[in-house]
């Protein structure tokens, strides 16, 4: 325990699993204007021909239409400029000295297991909470991945890791699952006490911070810009490093392995490039991130203050700074998630489950055995995420907070 800062701490009764007959949908006093508005017919707030609010829109405008413009006219689409400076400017965003373009997230972190030497034989340790992505790149490597449970943040549980490392551990994965940054200190801890590599599937969390600290700071991490990603480049990835080593075996290793010799290589490489029209987006989303992460941040405030306490919330750690690629309710054992969904549905609302099968019970892990992981098989069947991208109106989160609190009030009155 004394490997990963202290008590392991567990998903307490009393948060989403709490009976209901002891709950009550909490109000502030502070304005019972606001609080009429919340509670008003969604109806009236969103009328039904406007259609779903989307669980993801992506924010893409004329600098982004400019910018692909000017590439198709230079002439130059792929591995030019523009890629160099979106890995240059990411990077340093990110808290690191290098970064790597790739063709999405998924081969960023298999460029960067290889990068830290791992392959047949190995086992690494990682979230059975994630998209199954992230076993696979580890799967295709050769190595065999390895599930340790998750804590109330929905994030790795470093007590669950530190009892799963053996001889034949070599890394640890760390999802930052949904934009909220886990526990790196004490993973960094851990990793160093037992010779661990320790890669971090950043994915979802661009931009995110530990202690006002950027995720490059505590090691290679891995990114997508994936279409619905806090910010995109249609399909895309990147590694993030401060190992001049990694950086060129993955920068190698996307481009066929190039030698220093034209059309000679020195080992069977890859086709994971970055075109550079995807990098020029890159670019101008870059440029916007810091406006994307308030506008989540502030909608996933709103819900905080004004949806029931009714859902139960993961736990964010004080510090940990958030960037709401998904907001995250958990429904309370004994009541339907689906029929939850079904009913936003009804009322205006899109929504999202991610994920509803941890990947140890994944047909293609089912093998491994693994050891239960009851946390995250717990997650997996009650939450459910609602619309927080930046394209939410006023009036949309309004209306989100009011079909949730209609569906909270409806089981309460039961």
């Not at 830290?116 to 190995?122: F, K, L, N, S, V």
């Not at 029209?277 to 440029?287: K, P, R, S, T, Y």
């Not at 992460?293 to 905080?304: M, S, W």
């Not at 055995?369 to 949309?396: F, I, Q, T």
Request: aromatic letters at 8%; charged letters at 20%.
């Amino acid at each position: 325990m004394a490997d990963c800062g202290g008590r392991r701490r567990r998903c307490p009764r009393s948060g989403p699993n709490r009976p209901i007959a002891r709950t009550r949908i909490l109000w502030s006093p502070q304005s019972w204007r606001e609080r009429k508005l919340i509670t008003a017919r969604r109806h009236a707030i969103r009328p039904f021909h406007e259609g779903l609010i989307p669980i993801a829109r992506p924010q893409l405008g004329v600098e982004e239409e400019s910018a692909v413009l000017e590439v198709m006219r230079s002439g130059v689409l792929t591995q030019g400029e523009r890629t160099r400076a979106f890995e240059e400017a990411f990077a340093a965003a990110m808290g690191a000295r290098y970064g790597v373009t790739t063709s999405n997230g998924s081969t960023a972190l298999y460029l960067a297991l290889l990068a830290h030497g791992i392959g047949p034989g190995d086992e690494v340790i990682t979230s059975p909470l994630t998209f199954i992505a992230t076993a696979n790149a580890i799967k295709h490597t050769g190595a065999v991945p390895v599930f340790a449970d998750v804590d109330d943040s929905l994030n790795l549980d470093c007590a669950a890791v530190a009892r799963l490392i053996g001889p034949r551990t070599k890394a640890i994965v760390m999802v930052h699952l949904h934009g909220n940054p886990g526990d790196m200190d004490s993973f960094v801890r851990l990793a160093e006490k037992h010779g661990l590599h320790l890669i971090q599937d950043a994915c979802q969390a661009v931009g995110a911070t530990i202690d006002g600290r950027p995720l490059g700071a505590f090691g290679t991490a891995v990114y997508s810009f994936y279409a619905t990603k806090n910010i995109t480049t249609g399909e895309g990835g990147m590694v993030i490093t401060n190992d001049p080593r990694v950086a060129r075996t993955c920068a190698r290793l996307r481009h066929q392995a190039y030698s220093d010799r034209p059309y000679e290589h020195d080992e069977a490489g890859y086709n994971f490039r970055m075109t550079e029209i995807q990098a020029a987006i890159g670019l101008v989303q870059l440029g916007r991130l810091e406006s994307i992460t308030e506008h989540r941040r502030r909608h996933a405030a709103f819900y905080d203050r004004w949806v029931s306490r009714w859902y139960g919330r993961p736990r964010v750690a004080p510090g940990r700074g958030h960037v709401y690629h998904q907001y995250t309710l958990r429904v309370p054992t004994g009541w339907s998630r689906e029929e939850v969904r079904l009913q936003l549905h009804q009322m205006g609302v899109g929504t999202g489950v991610y994920y509803p099968l941890p990947v140890h019970l994944q047909p293609p892990y089912l093998s491994l055995h693994n050891p239960a992981c009851p946390v995250a098989e717990a997650a997996a069947k009650d939450m459910v995420s609602v619309p927080v991208h930046p394209g939410l109106r006023e009036e949309d989160r309004v209306a989100v907070a009011a079909a949730l609190n209609s569906i909270a009030a409806s089981t309460l009155a039961d």
